[in-house]
């Protein structure tokens, strides 16, 4: 069984301020694991993927997130925040492997202050 | 490449009814997943689609059932309608050998009254 926890329902920024979603999750067998972003009305975008290779993974428009097994944690980070990055965020998790379903957080909604 | 497509956008039926959702893979891929998702939570694993066959369930009843085509598109159907049913469904394809990066279409907004 997987599931994933996102502590904070709504996380506000300053423009320009670092940007720290957290997810943690749990696997009972190696996981791969997603942040996607959903803006209004639309569809999930992909932000990110870790399947295992490097712990540290780069996506797109900035953002990053690490893998930490100790941890069990998949946090997401971007060094200095966009007015364009508000949206809700989701964290997911599957089994490693083939196209499997994915199980994801409740989200998180990002606020970004000018 | 053309991305995931889903129609119709919104659609509005009532409890008891019956309702028919589309999708359309994006180019190349072999798999897709249906997902719910309700006001203010996160989506929720319907099933998924291989090569026709279905690949996995969530924890749906039987009134959800799916099909996909030779062209991997595919329909989600959902029979005696609940207000409880009213969400985003969303539709995602992947190729099964590419682990499992499934992309997204714009989904259906379903309000059932």
């Known amino acids: 069984a997987q599931s994933v926890t996102q502590l904070g329902s709504h996380v506000s920024v300053s423009e320009g301020a670092l940007v720290l979603l957290r997810c943690n999750y749990s696997?009972?067998?190696?996981?791969?694991l997603f942040w996607y972003v959903q803006y209004p009305n639309q569809g999930l975008q992909l932000l990110l993927k870790?399947?295992?290779?490097?712990?540290l993974v780069k996506g797109i428009n900035g953002f990053e997130a690490e893998f930490k097994k100790s941890e069990t944690s998949f946090h997401l980070t971007k060094p200095s925040a966009h007015m364009s990055d508000a949206a809700e965020y989701f964290c997911?998790?599957?089994?490693?492997?083939?196209?499997?379903?994915?199980?994801f957080g409740s989200g998180t909604q990002l606020t970004v202050l000018p | 490449e053309t991305g995931v497509t889903q129609s119709p956008t919104h659609l509005i039926k009532t409890r008891g009814q019956q309702v028919t959702l589309r999708c359309s893979s994006q180019?190349?891929?072999?798999?897709v997943s249906w997902y719910q998702q309700a006001l203010g939570q996160g989506p929720q694993f319907i099933f998924q689609?291989?090569?026709?066959?279905?690949?996995g369930r969530g924890n749906f009843p039987p009134r959800f059932s799916g099909l996909q085509f030779p062209n991997y598109s595919s329909e989600l159907n959902v029979n005696a309608l609940e207000l409880d049913d009213s969400a985003l469904y969303l539709c995602?394809?992947?190729?099964?050998?590419?682990?499992?990066?499934?992309?997204f279409g714009p989904g259906t907004r379903l309000t059932v009254t």
């Open positions: 995602a394809s992947s190729l099964e050998n590419r682990g499992s990066e499934q992309y």
């Open positions: 997911a998790v599957s089994p490693s492997g083939s196209a499997r379903q994915l199980t």
């Open positions: 870790y399947t295992s290779a490097a712990t």
């Open positions: 180019s190349g891929h072999n798999t």
């Open positions: 689609y291989y090569r026709e066959e279905e690949n």
């Open positions: 696997s009972s067998v190696p996981p791969y």
